[in-house]
């Protein structure tokens, strides 16, 4: 059974950093797409960032572009997405997604449906 587990939210204050983490269990990371995913509440689901399977496609949202770098250790089965220079409206919580199916590039990492593995949430709470 693969299980996905995220770490390192919190409270932070605007302008502040924060690195959230993804524990993988029960399957290997290599060769997978991975997504980051935020939810703020009342608001639907948005894609924050994603790399694809063949590990040389990054994508960010646009509101995410130079304030946050995801990253995969498969050493350590772990994924992480460092985020800077946070704003208010970065609250949300958070969740980590794995793709174990090589699909055609055509599938975007910013799809949501295309995960089958999903983390249940961490929140991040940016505010002074």
């Known amino acids: 059974q693969v299980q996905l587990l995220e770490s390192g939210g919190g409270l932070v204050q605007p302008g502040g950093s924060l690195r959230l983490s993804c524990a993988v269990s029960?399957?290997?990371?290599?060769?997978?797409?991975i997504g980051w995913f935020r939810q703020a509440p009342g608001k639907e689901r948005e894609f924050v960032a994603g790399?694809?399977?063949?590990?040389?496609?990054?994508k960010y949202a646009d509101d995410m572009k130079g304030r946050c770098t995801i990253s995969r250790d498969n050493a350590k089965n772990t994924v992480s997405l460092q985020m800077n220079s946070l704003k208010p409206e970065d609250t949300a919580d958070y969740y980590c997604?794995?793709?174990?199916?090589?699909?055609?590039?055509?599938?975007?990492?910013?799809?949501?449906?295309?995960?089958?593995?999903w983390g249940q949430g961490i929140q991040v709470t940016v505010s002074s």
């Open positions: 029960g399957d290997t990371l290599d060769h997978h797409a």
């Open positions: 997604a794995v793709d174990p199916i090589h699909r055609p590039v055509t599938v975007g990492v910013e799809s949501a449906w295309r995960y089958v593995y």
């Open positions: 790399i694809g399977w063949s590990a040389d496609t990054q």
